[in-house]
């Protein structure tokens, strides 16, 4: 991936960073597209709507699985800002840089600790990368194998505690606008924002300019939040009408949400991005987690992005990585990366480094209309 004439992907320093980075970088969310992956009971759907050019939205899950049979559940949605360049590259990074720096670090402090800091640096490399010229919101809810369960949103993409089972659907993260920052600080004019148009402005975005990682404010949602299931849905999901948002999501089956929450948007005028990640219960996914995780590759990160799923392991500590897909038809392909790159004074034989491919093509639905 080029900006100018620099190559994000060498930028990154970390070959599975860099092969995260391209896999949602490169993934189809320009046609939109609604995956029900029933077997593990989550759902995703993207759509780039009827008025902007381009999707600047992207959305990943994953489940990083470590040396010590422990793991990560990871949910994330990322909003690039409107109006920023590369908000859609910013949004890439994000997503990227936080699944990498977690596969990194299990047992390092609780989940909260370990988030800041990862989120911290997402937001430093972004304003590295970028120079101002993207930045992006950030939906994330984790989970671990160990019980702890977290979620943190920056930004006007917003979490919702979701309860199928009693028609429950309550947001719990708070807009990071201009007029909520006023209202925290018991401001009730709000007729200057208005005046100015500054109505719906972001007090704040991962990759912004002129400020550092240090300045951003987290808001973390803990496990007693979310005592069945979650959403994460863009501001294009919700915007167009938040009442016909609620009503499609109390009023629809666990596995139709995400597809008719992006139709609808599109519905009543498509005037942004919209994304939603709907999980409707954790217990059922924590279960077919512990399931099957004997069979999965340790020191791996499994990722659900666009329509296939990917599978990265890591094959040492010492950072050498193999990265994997399988189809449903069992077909394999090798792809050399070409020779390593070795000090001259080295004797030991150059080693070509393999990224042997293979894809789980998810149950994908028509693009949404």
């Not at 990074?93 to 911290?120: F, H, P």
């Not at 807009?175 to 924002?193: C, F, G, Q, V, Y």
């Not at 069992?330 to 790159?341: A, M, Q, R, V």
């Amino acid at each position: 991936m080029l900006i100018g004439n620099k190559d994000i992907s060498k930028m990154l320093n970390d070959p599975l960073h860099a092969q995260v980075f391209n896999e949602i970088i490169n993934a189809s969310f320009n046609q939109g597209f609604t995956i029900k992956d029933d077997d593990f009971n989550l759902f995703f759907s993207t759509h780039p709507g009827l008025v902007r050019k381009r999707n600047e939205d992207r959305l990943a899950l994953s489940i990083i699985n470590f040396s010590n049979k422990e793991y990560y559940f990871c949910a994330l949605l990322c909003d690039g800002v409107g109006g920023s360049e590369f908000g859609d590259i910013a949004a890439s990074l994000a997503i990227s840089t936080i699944l990498t720096k977690l596969s990194y670090s299990y047992n390092r402090g609780s989940l909260g600790d370990q988030l800041t800091q990862v989120v911290q640096e997402s937001d430093k490399l972004i304003r590295e990368v970028l120079s101002g010229r993207g930045a992006t919101t950030l939906s994330l809810f984790l989970a671990s194998s160990s019980g702890e369960t977290i979620a943190l949103n920056i930004g006007d993409s917003r979490v919702y505690s979701w309860q199928p089972s009693l028609k429950k659907l309550n947001q719990i993260s708070i807009d990071d606008t201009l007029e909520n920052e006023l209202a925290h600080l018991k401001i009730k004019d709000m007729s200057a924002l208005k005046e100015m148009k500054l109505g719906g402005t972001l007090s704040q975005a991962l990759g912004e300019k002129n400020r550092s990682e240090f300045d951003l404010n987290f808001n973390f949602h803990n496990k007693d939040n979310f005592p069945e299931g979650f959403i994460l849905a863009s501001d294009g999901a919700w915007k167009e009408s938040e009442e016909v948002f609620l009503k499609i999501i109390k009023n629809s089956p666990p596995n139709e949400v995400a597809r008719r929450v992006v139709i609808s948007s599109n519905w009543l005028g498509g005037g942004d991005n919209s994304s939603v990640i709907a999980v409707p219960s954790l217990a059922t996914l924590q279960q077919k987690i512990e399931d099957i995780k004997d069979s999965y590759f340790y020191n791996t990160i499994s990722l659900w992005c666009g329509d296939c799923k990917t599978k990265f392991a890591l094959t040492s500590q010492e950072m050498n990585v193999q990265f994997k897909k399988n189809n449903y038809k069992k077909s394999s392909k090798k792809i050399s990366s070409g020779d390593l790159k070795k000090k001259e004074n080295e004797k030991k034989e150059k080693e070509k480094e393999d990224i042997i491919i293979e894809e789980f093509h998810l149950k994908s639905d028509t693009k949404p209309e």
